[in-house]
């Protein structure tokens, strides 16, 4: 069954690979990680000044380390660690 959802990807700051299901193809993730959680994208945005305006909402409120990331529609290869 077709549900017309993608798989897209991104490659998180440590080197993991995170995926995503969307009907609409996001550009940038949003990744944050935090004293008691690694890094992990919390937000699929579909433009870089969407994906500023998460970054800047997350830092504020959350205090957390955030990354704004790139989005593919094929798995990135990993890096060597």
Known sequence: MNTGLKTYYCMLPN???QS????????HAVAARNESRDWYAHSWC???SAAERCYELTQQE?????????????VPEKLPF
């Open 46 to 48: 579909s433009s870089q």
């Open 62 to 74: 959350q205090g957390v380390k955030v990354e704004i990331l790139r989005v593919t529609d094929e």
């Open 20 to 27: 995503h299901q969307s009907p609409w193809k996001p550009t």
């Open 15 to 17: 080197g993991k690979v």
